[in-house]
């Protein structure tokens, strides 16, 4: 992304120009370059964050989703162990919870990649998992910005979906700080307090804006997209919770997984994503994430509804 390295370094010098910046541009999934950035660098620690994250698109985009989730994981995080990293930090999602979509399930193979590669002799794995980012990159707070400002409407998918959201600097804060606490193999859930009604955004924002939803700006629900649940959760049943020396940081006790299975199948999807085998990435990504249970195809023959709050009614 040259637009983001380049803007990163400009703000970066601007703000820090003590600061020792070394840019590089390249693919992460590339073991050169992550080879090359951790013999130019030489980090303390190494903080993961690159993902394609778009729910709807990637249940049509499997090959680019396991390529970037899973395999450019596995490669960043190894080199980081053979270059005797001290900490590696996984930037995870809520959706890894038992997963309903392709981001779900590449993102909890990614969580397991990292676990397998775990040694305490070595580089420790950290992983942080949380949900939405207020105003982030793809976030539905600039698209509802964006709609407002045309006069409407503005777009939810269903009228009861919820999600859990922190704004940037609240997650970037505990993400640093979960690592700083972290041991190895930890998984940490940052506490998002409760989750928030997509409705309920929707229609503050509009009144931020000086109009009233459904008099000014209409609201329609356009039916969920393939491979979004109404609701997500924050933690898994078999994966006990424990607090942290920080309030809003939860451990949770790491499901045991099998390196050797792990590794099989990382190297399976690496062959397959050569031939760009959708089927065999299919039932591999299945396979090595038993609890992926796909959400059933959403059929694009819903009635659209316009909801109008102010007066309590709606019409198809």
Same mark, same amino acid.
């Given at each position: 992304d040259e637009l983001a390295l380049t803007t990163t370094v400009a703000a970066l010098q601007r703000d820090f120009p003590d600061l020792d910046c070394v840019p590089l541009l390249g693919d992460c999934?590339?073991?050169a370059v992550i080879a090359h950035a951790l013999r130019l660098s030489e980090p303390d620690a190494v903080f993961h964050a690159a993902a394609y994250k778009q729910v709807p698109l990637l249940e049509e985009q499997l090959r680019e989703a396991v390529r970037n989730n899973v395999l450019a994981t596995d490669t960043v995080s190894s080199a980081c162990q053979n270059a005797g990293v001290g900490t590696f930090v996984l930037i995870s999602t809520d959706k890894a919870?038992?997963?309903v979509n392709v981001l779900g399930a590449t993102k909890r193979l990614a969580e397991m990649a990292c676990q397998a590669l775990a040694d305490r002799r070595s580089t420790r794995f950290v992983t942080v998992r949380f949900g939405n980012v207020l105003d982030s !990159?793809? @976030?539905?707070?600039?698209l509802f910005r964006e709609q407002i400002r045309k006069g409407g409407p503005v777009t939810v998918t269903d009228p009861e979906v919820t999600r859990f959201f922190m704004t940037i600097p609240e997650a970037c804060q505990l993400i640093l700080q979960a690592s700083a606490i972290g041991s190895h193999e930890a998984v940490y859930t940052l506490d998002m307090g409760e989750p928030v009604a997509i409705r309920l955004l929707a229609e503050q924002m509009i009144r931020l804006a000086g109009k009233q939803p459904g008099r000014d700006i209409a609201i329609v629900y356009s039916g969920l997209r393939p491979g979004e649940k109404l609701h997500e959760t924050?933690?898994?049943?078999?994966?006990?919770y424990r607090p942290t020396v920080h309030p809003k940081i939860l451990q949770a006790e790491a499901r045991a997984?099998?390196?050797?299975?792990?590794?099989?199948?990382?190297?399976?999807?690496?062959?397959a994503t050569a031939r760009?085998?959708?089927? !065999?990435? @299919?039932?591999l990504l299945r396979a090595a994430v038993p609890e992926f249970a796909p959400a059933p195809p959403?059929?694009?023959?819903?009635a659209t509804v316009?909801?109008?709050?102010?007066?309590?009614a709606r019409r198809t």
């Open positions: 999934g590339d073991p919870v038992d997963p !990159a793809g @976030s539905v707070v600039p924050l933690f898994h049943a078999d994966e006990r997984v099998s390196a050797e299975t792990i590794r099989l199948a990382v190297d399976r999807m690496r062959e760009y085998d959708l089927d !065999a990435l @299919s039932s959403v059929h694009a023959t819903h316009v909801a109008f709050p102010a007066r309590n």
